[in-house]
């Protein structure tokens, strides 16, 4: 059973377009993220959701819009792509402990290697 | 900005060889992780520090917390070639705010 999946995993576009990438987590997990790792494989961190509500949003481009329907869902619509948003953009989710504090454990989604030309 | 540098950065060595890599901050985080990535996959979870000082061992692989909870160091014994990956740490800041930062990364090869 895939614990974070992303589809699609490899998407070729043109500059200009419009494009989503959705991700899906069966571990049950409240807080999800996406993370964009570029050609250095620098992972940072762009948007954050617990429990479908936006927490964190870095300072990412308005083109970038992610929305998340249920907590088991974040998907990522990119608008009027760029070349310079060509990268692997990782979802993944985290476990908020019913004891104790949040750890920041992440559990990754194989990528989505977006190629803009 | 919370930034996390890893050293070295790149490290390519013989099989059965010992090696440390360094995860260095000025910033103080309420746990810190290390991943590792293999090629055309996404970072898989080692070990999570908590405790300033707190050392963990996963077989030959040994993780240590500095005590002011600013870096860390993942020292591994006896390489073997399955340990090649890139190696990602990883702090959640103490902010009570939930952003888990990633390090610069170390890529490690090692040669049989």
């Known amino acids: 059973d895939t614990a974070v999946s992303q589809t699609p995993k490899y998407l070729v576009t043109q500059m200009g377009n419009d494009k989503s990438i959705k991700c899906e987590q069966n571990?049950?997990?409240?807080?999800m993220y996406w993370y964009k790792q570029d050609s250095k494989k620098f992972l940072k961190i762009m948007f954050s959701y617990n429990n479908k509500e936006l927490i964190i949003n870095e300072t990412v481009p308005n083109r970038f819009s992610p929305k998340s329907p249920d907590k088991a869902h974040l998907n990522l619509h990119i608008n009027s792509l760029e070349l310079g948003d060509s990268a692997v953009y990782f979802c993944?989710?985290?476990?908020?402990?019913?004891?104790?504090?949040?750890?920041?454990?992440?559990?990754f989604g194989e990528g989505s290697r977006l190629t803009v030309l | 900005t919370q930034l996390l540098e890893q050293s070295p950065q790149f490290l390519s060595i013989q099989e059965g060889e010992n090696l440390t890599v360094y995860c260095n901050s000025s910033?103080?985080?309420?746990?810190l992780q290390w991943y590792r990535q293999e090629p055309g996959e996404g970072p898989v979870l080692l070990v999570t520090v908590v405790t300033g000082g707190e050392v963990k061992k996963l077989k030959r692989l040994t993780f240590q917390f500095g005590d002011a909870r600013k870096d860390s160091s993942l020292h591994i014994t006896a390489a073997q070639p399955g340990d090649t990956g890139l190696y990602l740490c990883a702090g959640l800041n103490s902010g009570g705010y939930q952003k888990v930062t990633f390090g610069t990364g170390t890529k490690l090869q090692v040669i049989p």
């Open positions: 571990l049950g997990h409240d807080t």
């Open positions: 993944a989710s985290s476990p908020y402990p019913d004891r104790g504090p949040y750890t920041g454990e992440l559990f």
């Open positions: 910033s103080v985080f309420s746990s």
